[in-house]
């Protein structure tokens, strides 16, 4: 099977300088993500995750180093769509209706009346909200406004789809039916996808690569290839092998805790 590189991240560092000093927030941060990858970022509060995020969207400039995207500089990247953002708040308009969320990039990227409405449709399909599409966000579970969202992100079809914790505030129950849905999601439209989180077992079940990144600098301390495969129910977290993974993904973040002390 021939590999494709989407993202590749050589020597980034970046560094805040604010009022109160500077903030060593990513330090030598190497990694390529392969088309088709999902890739979940985990570590502690502060190391860096969304930053190495909003880098890859060119929403963060590097002080050192680089990010390609599609052999693009992320910012060449950004301006041809290259990515759909997925935020941990749901973000969507109160005054729009679901439908009206989603068409919002494909009018501001200008896609005829037409193909605004079909695309609508097939994302809406895709996330499994066919018949709330003129609803308004408030009359949606928190789950569903999720979905939404992920919906807005898929509308412009981009390859990549970057999501930041979009699950971390959703009670466990509702989080494993949405981890379930985006794994059919991505295995159904083969995205690339970087998604942040907190959670060992959220990242062991829905990764192809694990990423570790431990603090004060951010960087990274650990990259896991999962071995699962690629078909997941949720009852593969009680096998040997999802344990085993998550162990390694356990002992990385201690590891990056060491070095800080
Ligand atoms: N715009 C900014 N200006 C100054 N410092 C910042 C800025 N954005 C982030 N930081 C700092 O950079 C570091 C990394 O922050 P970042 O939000 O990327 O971490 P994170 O791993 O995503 O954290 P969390 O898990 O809490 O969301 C933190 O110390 C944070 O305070």
């Not at 895709?126 to 939404?148: E, I």
């Not at 789809?161 to 794994?183: K, T, W, Y």
Request: charged share 25%; glycine share 8%.
């Amino acid at each position: 099977m021939t590999t494709e590189t989407v993202i590749k991240a050589e020597n980034l560092d970046l560094t805040f300088h604010t009022n109160d000093g500077d903030v060593h927030a990513l330090k030598d941060i190497n990694l390529d993500i392969q088309k088709g990858d999902f890739v979940s970022f985990i570590g502690p509060s502060g190391c860096g995750k969304t930053t190495f995020l909003r880098t890859i969207a060119s929403l963060e400039t590097p002080t050192a180093g680089s990010v390609c995207v599609n052999g693009m500089s992320a910012e060449e990247a950004r301006k041809k769509r290259a990515y759909g953002y997925v935020f941990q708040a749901a973000g969507l308009y109160p005054w729009r209706t679901i439908r009206g969320n989603i068409r919002l990039p494909l009018e501001i990227m200008g896609f005829p009346k037409k193909e605004q409405e079909d695309h609508i449709s097939k994302v809406l399909d895709l996330v499994d909200l066919r018949g709330f599409g003129k609803k308004y966000p408030w009359q949606l579970s928190g789950g569903m406004q999720q979905r939404a969202s992920i919906a807005r992100a898929l509308a412009f079809d981009a390859e990549i789809l970057l999501m930041d914790e979009p699950f971390g505030a959703l009670d466990e129950i509702v989080r494993d039916h949405l981890n379930e849905q985006l794994l059919q999601l991505w295995d159904r439209t083969n995205k690339t996808i970087c998604f942040v989180t907190h959670s060992i077992p959220e990242a062991v079940y829905l990764s192809t690569k694990i990423v570790v990144m431990s603090p004060r600098p951010g960087r990274i301390s650990d990259v896991i290839e999962s071995t699962l495969p690629r078909e997941r129910p949720l009852d593969i977290r009680d096998t040997q092998e999802f344990l085993d993974i998550a162990h390694r993904v356990r002992e990385g973040l201690r590891a990056g805790h060491a070095y800080d002390e």
